[in-house]
């Protein structure tokens, strides 16, 4: 069966400080790969996504960066954190079939207050 | 890129009674397919429902149904018989399958109550 997995649970870095956050699936190959942000209360920002190995579509943010080094890891980084950043991200995957139920499978989060 | 718009403030609902939760859309793509998720305070997204742009019947999972309006581009969540554990944010969410992107929309709040 298939998992994922995201760490840390959560996470308090202080203003500019850089960031790193990871996530695995297992049992799967290919993926379609995604990050979230969801601000307190608020609904799911699209960060990026990633559809193969080193292919990021980006959506929204100026000082995040994702990177997919292998085929089941993605990586969520910044090289000076804002206030702003701070938030529930969430990593999910779906199968990359066209059609048909992807339902996207849900990481727990990362819970990250900026200080 | 498409646009998900749901726009309804949070809502109180009597335990045992029906709600919908609506949920519009906008897209060029004329394939993609359309989901529900649940988040309880908890955080964890919990998949609900899927419906295919192609799909010609409504999809139903239980208590959970979709009132999929493709000319509307409408895709409603009807929770029947509503319990206290159905208190949640409720997210609507398309995915475009000629670009795989995922998007979602700011969430309904639901309070069920006794």
């Known amino acids: 069966s298939q998992t994922i997995h995201q760490w840390p649970a959560t996470l308090v870095q202080p203003v500019g400080s850089p960031l790193s956050l990871e996530c695995t699936v297992e049992?799967?190959?290919?993926?379609?790969l995604y990050w979230y942000r969801q601000a307190a209360g608020r609904g799911l920002q699209l960060l990026f996504y990633?559809?193969?190995?080193?292919?990021i579509s980006s959506e929204v943010p100026q000082n995040l960066s994702a990177s997919r080094p292998q085929d089941r890891q993605f990586i969520l980084s910044s090289k000076k954190l804002l206030l702003s950043d701070s938030g529930f991200y969430l990593c999910?995957?779906?199968?990359?079939?066209?059609?048909?139920?992807?339902?996207?499978?849900f990481g727990q989060g990362t819970r990250l207050t900026v200080v | 890129a498409q646009k998900i718009t749901q726009t309804q403030p949070g809502m109180f609902v009597q335990e045992k009674e029906a709600v919908t939760l609506d949920c519009t859309y906008d897209?060029?793509?004329?394939?993609?397919?359309l989901f529900w998720y649940k988040q309880p305070s908890s955080g964890e997204m919990i998949f609900l429902i899927y419906?295919?742009?192609?799909?010609?019947q409504n999809a139903t999972e239980g208590r959970y149904s979709l009132n999929f309006q493709k000319a509307r581009k409408s895709a409603n969540l009807v929770i029947s018989a509503s319990q206290l554990g159905d208190s949640a944010m409720y997210f609507c969410?398309?995915?475009?399958?000629?670009?795989?992107?995922?998007?979602f929309g700011k969430g309904n709040q639901v309070v069920v109550i006794p």
């Open positions: 897209t060029s793509d004329q394939s993609y397919g």
């Open positions: 969410a398309m995915r475009e399958y000629g670009n795989n992107r995922l998007a």
């Open positions: 990633s559809v193969g190995i080193g292919q």
């Open positions: 999910a995957w779906s199968k990359p079939q066209g059609r048909g139920n992807t339902e996207a499978f």
């Open positions: 049992g799967t190959s290919n993926p379609n």
């Open positions: 419906q295919g742009s192609y799909d010609e």
